[in-house]
């Protein structure tokens, strides 16, 4: 009769985010697991089920080097999210008060009535606010575009350090002796 070799796993569920999901899998298959399934969580997650070998070589090194991946991955999604966040808070302030001086320049229009001068300056305040809006997309791009610049070499820099990381634990993977 032949010999059946039993391999025990280790199993672990993360949850990431949609767009992630191709770098989370390759992140975990650097470090010795493997995907099992993916399917999908709450809204924009997906849910990914891994399984790895518990008598795995250099394992204690693979979780601290996963446990440094891991710090890294949220540390570049932390990047990701605020290249737009100064910019969205600014643009959503800024937008409700120039939704204000344009409902100003509507109240003083439609309140004051048989009034040529407060007809005249509700429109002119209506206009301002109208322009107001419309500014507000532009002075977004530009916070953006400004902020992306400065976080640009940061999160290259970053990338490149989870690179490293990840290269160290494949290595560690095919390593058969310390």
Known sequence: MQEKDFVSYEYRTVTVKAKDQIKAMDMYEAFGWEVTATSPALVDNVTLSLKRDRKQ???QELVKL??????????????????TMGASIFAYIFGCIAALVLGGGMCLTMLIEDSIPAMVGG????????????????IYKKLVSRKIRTLLPVIDQTEEKLANI???????????LI
């Open 123 to 138: 429109i002119i305040l209506g206009i301002v606010g109208i322009a107001l809006c419309g500014l507000n997309y532009y």
């Open 66 to 83: 996963e446990r440094q991946a891991q710090d890294t991955f949220e540390t570049i999604n932390g990047l990701e999210r605020s290249k």
């Open 57 to 59: 070589l250099h394992k």
């Open 166 to 176: 990840l290269e160290k634990g494949n290595s560690l993977l095919s390593a058969e």
